[in-house]
Structures are given as structure tokens and as C-alpha cells.
């Protein structure tokens, strides 16, 4: 529990300070106030993820991976997404696609998955696990997407409202710091009395995030970087 709470902790404490730097440097359009609601959203996805930091119920049989945690997670995501400050439509959690950002979109998502399927054949590969491809074909897009392409982005997207035209997207600080905050949960914690950061796993996480971060603005929809999410994840199980 100890090294949970000070991995997460470190974590919100990065993104308030840097935030707050980025905040102050920024003329206008600052709202640290949306800037803590995002360190609260981090700091309540990662409790239930965590099942309250091992201390709560186990309400699913044990199983090596989390699906309990990542539906609680879930849950606790759509409920926040349907108050009146958020809304379902602002986060994204709609199947309506803008049309303006339609091909390009696409275009952009056959690339991704073309690079996907590379790396999954250049991967050696074991049995099919039933479990593991069930999890990875489910959990991942549609716990991840919702939070952090979700009511994550809308959060710091309010907390910084300056905005510059990337590919045909309206981009801000939020964006950024929305997918170094996903990069930081896979590969930034606390152990063993210190704090471990693996580079390649924040690039590999932190960079695709980016491109997510591109398809939900130019789509309006968390649709197909959940689509993309999941097979990504569930590839490199099947080939």
C-alpha cells in the first residue's frame, strides 16, 4: 500500500507543480481550479484500480488480471462523465463521429494498425491464453480511452484553454499532459525504498497516446482510440 500511495502521490505532485508552472508562463486561460479536479480524477482512478490500495473488497474471483479494478474504474468514469460539468457528448463518449475528421481519421488509424501487425509478427509468440485475450481485446481501450482521452483531457483541456492548430486539430497543454500522465502509470513508480522510470516504456505508451489524443479530437469521439487500444493490446496474442 505504502509504495502505491507514494508512486501516486509523486505522480500528482508532478503534474500540480508542472501544471502550475505551465499555468503561470501561459497568458491567460489558466484555471488551476480544473487543474486539481484532474489531479483528482489521477488520484481516484488509480484507488480503484488498485481496489483502494488492497485494502477493499475482492467483489470478482482472483484472477492474474484486473478485471475488477479496471470496471470499477470504469463505472466510476461514466458516472463522473454524466455530470453537468462534463457531460457525455464533451468527453467524447459518443458513437457519432465528426465528418469533417472522418477520412483522415481512418487513414491515420489503418497506418497505426499496419505498424501494430508488424510488430506483432516480429514478436515471438506463445499459446493463446483464453483469459489474457479476453482482457486485452476488453479492459484496456475501454477503461484507458474514457479516462484518459476522456474526462482526463476535458479536465486539464479546461485547465489550460490555449490552443494551436496540429494536423488540422486543435491542440493544447492538456493534451500533452494528458499522455504523460497515461506514460507515467506504465512506467514511472515506487519500490524497494526508490523511484524507478523506464524511458521505453513512457515512449511506447506516452507516444501512441499522442496519436490517440489526434483521432478523439478530430473525431470527437473516444470510439476509435478505444478500437485501436484494444487491438493493439490483443494482437500480438493472436498472430
Given at each position: 500500500?505504502?509504495?502505491?500511495?507514494?508512486?501516486?502521490?509523486?505522480?500528482?505532485?508532478?503534474?500540480?507543480?508542472?501544471?502550475?508552472?505551465?499555468?503561470?508562463?501561459?497568458?491567460?486561460?489558466?484555471?488551476?481550479?480544473?487543474?486539481?479536479?484532474?489531479?483528482?480524477?489521477?488520484?481516484?482512478?488509480?484507488?480503484?484500480?488498485?481496489?483502494?490500495?488492497?485494502?477493499?473488497?475482492?467483489?470478482?474471483?482472483?484472477?492474474?488480471?484486473?478485471?475488477?479494478?479496471?470496471?470499477?474504474?470504469?463505472?466510476?468514469?461514466?458516472?463522473?462523465?454524466?455530470?453537468?460539468?462534463?457531460?457525455?457528448?464533451?468527453?467524447?463518449?459518443?458513437?457519432?463521429?465528426?465528418?469533417?475528421?472522418?477520412?483522415?481519421?481512418?487513414?491515420?488509424?489503418?497506418?497505426?494498425?499496419?505498424?501494430?501487425?508488424?510488430?506483432?509478427?516480429?514478436?515471438?509468440?506463445?499459446?493463446?491464453?483464453?483469459?489474457?485475450?479476453?482482457?486485452?481485446?476488453?479492459?484496456?481501450?475501454?477503461?484507458?480511452?474514457?479516462?484518459?482521452?476522456?474526462?482526463?483531457?476535458?479536465?486539464?483541456?479546461?485547465?489550460?484553454?490555449?490552443?494551436?492548430?496540429?494536423l488540422g486539430v486543435q491542440l493544447g497543454w492538456g493534451g500533452i499532459l494528458s499522455c504523460a500522465l497515461?506514460?507515467?502509470?506504465?512506467?514511472?513508480?515506487?519500490?524497494?525504498?526508490?523511484?524507478?522510470?523506464?524511458?521505453?516504456?513512457?515512449?511506447?505508451?506516452?507516444?501512441?497516446?499522442?496519436?490517440?489524443?489526434?483521432?478523439?479530437?478530430?473525431?470527437?469521439?473516444?470510439?476509435?482510440?478505444?478500437?485501436?487500444?484494444?487491438?493493439g493490446n490483443s494482437i500480438s496474442i493472436l498472430i
Amino acid at each position: 500500500m505504502t509504495t502505491d500511495l507514494i508512486s501516486i502521490g509523486a505522480i500528482l505532485l508532478m503534474l500540480l507543480v508542472v501544471g502550475g508552472i505551465m499555468g503561470a508562463l501561459q497568458r491567460g486561460g489558466f484555471s488551476f481550479g480544473w487543474l486539481l479536479v484532474a489531479a483528482g480524477l489521477v488520484l481516484l482512478n488509480d484507488a480503484l484500480l488498485t481496489n483502494f490500495y488492497h485494502h477493499g473488497p475482492r467483489l470478482l474471483p482472483t484472477s492474474s488480471w484486473n478485471w475488477q479494478g479496471k470496471l470499477f474504474a470504469l463505472l466510476a468514469t461514466l458516472v463522473i462523465a454524466a455530470l453537468p460539468r462534463f457531460g457525455w457528448r464533451k468527453c467524447g463518449l459518443t458513437f457519432r463521429q465528426n465528418p469533417k475528421g472522418r477520412r483522415s481519421a481512418i487513414i491515420v488509424a489503418l497506418l497505426v494498425c499496419a505498424v501494430f501487425i508488424y510488430f506483432a509478427i516480429k514478436a515471438p509468440n506463445g499459446p493463446i491464453d483464453r483469459e489474457a485475450l479476453a482482457f486485452q481485446l476488453t479492459m484496456p481501450g475501454l477503461e484507458e480511452e474514457p479516462f484518459y482521452r476522456g474526462i482526463l483531457l476535458l479536465a486539464l483541456n479546461e485547465a489550460f484553454r490555449a490552443r494551436a492548430n496540429v494536423l488540422g486539430v486543435q491542440l493544447g497543454w492538456g493534451g500533452i499532459l494528458s499522455c504523460a500522465l497515461f506514460g507515467l502509470a506504465h512506467a514511472f513508480g515506487y519500490s524497494h525504498g526508490a523511484f524507478h522510470f523506464e524511458p521505453m516504456a513512457m515512449a511506447l505508451t506516452a507516444g501512441p497516446a499522442l496519436i490517440l489524443v489526434w483521432l478523439r479530437e478530430r473525431t470527437g469521439s473516444v470510439l476509435l482510440p478505444i478500437l485501436l487500444h484494444n487491438f493493439g493490446n490483443s494482437i500480438s496474442i493472436l498472430i
